[in-house]
């Protein structure tokens, strides 16, 4: 089943989330996204009714990031890997340890590529992967960013571009376009309403080749403001299941953002999509932090 039923009137169902945790990683990338969705409620008035169930995955018992913080994990990759079918979303936060997942070709880039091979296999369920800060350069050594867009942290833009034109290069694919956003989505669900090309919460992928060239091999397009997202699951319409799997990744929602507390922004558009939108606010209001939105491009409407 998907993480959202087919039916928005039928049952809210627990959305499974795996951290996908690797030595040194950022602290915050995973803390943060971990309070929001873990205090995500179906319905507002009843804390039974949590949106997310949540699990890490390491290549170790524990896992130290840093900053210091230890953390058990609830699985190693090998077992990860064959339950993979079971999750409905993969988080892969950022920090000093990425460069050894690189430079070693080590987890969690096997079970990035597998859970991608799943959903290609079976587009029909609802499935997402979130990088948080420079964890997007494991996804653009991979080649999951080509054809798409992507952000993350400033520092590392320069690197993500050149990760993504050698995977392209490498692949024969489509280039990457890389954002300067607060967080980027690929392949969103949701309603577009009578006007698409009006509307605010989408940033056509064709108008950003139009500012910077399709064979721009540094293809940076900073913000024009155009922020936000409503939620699937309120929308009216149904997509269909072909369109979904001809879209980069089988139509996996793909999301990278930009600096640490970017991923809390991201955090709060999944509860948002995967939820509802006023759970979204009421996680924020609860934790009295204000939701900077970043950017769709390409919805699966489009």
């Given at each position: 089943m998907s993480a959202i039923a087919d039916n928005a009137d039928g049952p809210n169902e627990i959305i499974k989330v795996l951290?996908?945790?690797f030595p040194n990683y950022n602290t915050l990338d995973v803390a943060g996204p971990l309070e929001i969705l873990s205090r995500a409620l179906h319905d507002i008035k009843d804390k039974e009714s949590k949106g997310f169930k949540i699990?890490?995955?390491g290549p170790a018992a524990a896992m130290t990031s840093t900053q210091g913080l230890t953390i058990k994990a609830d699985m190693d990759y090998e077992d990860a890997n064959e339950e993979l079918e079971d999750y409905d979303l993969i988080i892969v936060p950022g920090g000093d340890?990425?460069?050894?997942?690189?430079?070693k070709n080590s987890e969690p880039l096997n079970l990035l590529k597998n859970f991608v091979t799943l959903h290609e296999k079976s587009p029909s369920k609802e499935r997402t992967v979130l990088a948080i800060s420079n964890g997007s350069l494991v996804l653009g050594q991979l080649g999951?960013?080509?054809g798409l867009a992507a952000t993350t942290h400033p520092d590392?833009?320069?690197?993500?571009?050149?990760?993504?034109?050698?995977?392209?290069t490498r692949d024969m694919s489509m280039r990457t376009d890389v954002m300067e956003e607060r967080?980027?989505?690929n392949n969103a669900r949701f309603d577009l309403g009578d006007n698409p090309e009006d509307n605010p919460y989408i940033i056509r992928k064709q108008a950003v080749e139009e500012t910077v060239g399709p064979n721009t091999m540094?293809?940076?397009?900073?913000?024009?403001a155009r922020k936000g997202s409503n939620a699937w699951r309120d929308s009216k319409r149904r997509e269909s299941i072909a369109r979904r799997a001809s879209m980069p990744l089988g139509g996996?929602?793909?999301?990278?953002?930009?600096g640490t507390a970017a991923g809390l922004d991201a955090a709060l558009y999944l509860v948002g999509s995967l939820v509802s939108h006023d759970s979204a606010l009421e996680v924020a209001r609860v934790m009295q932090y204000s939701w900077v939105k970043g950017v769709t491009v390409d919805a699966i409407d489009v």
């Open positions: 951290f996908a945790l699990e890490m995955v340890g990425v460069t050894d997942v690189l430079d999951m960013l080509e590392y833009y320069t690197r993500l571009e050149t990760i993504c034109q050698t995977a392209s967080y980027v989505v540094h293809a940076r397009r900073k913000s024009i996996m929602r793909l999301i990278t953002t930009g």
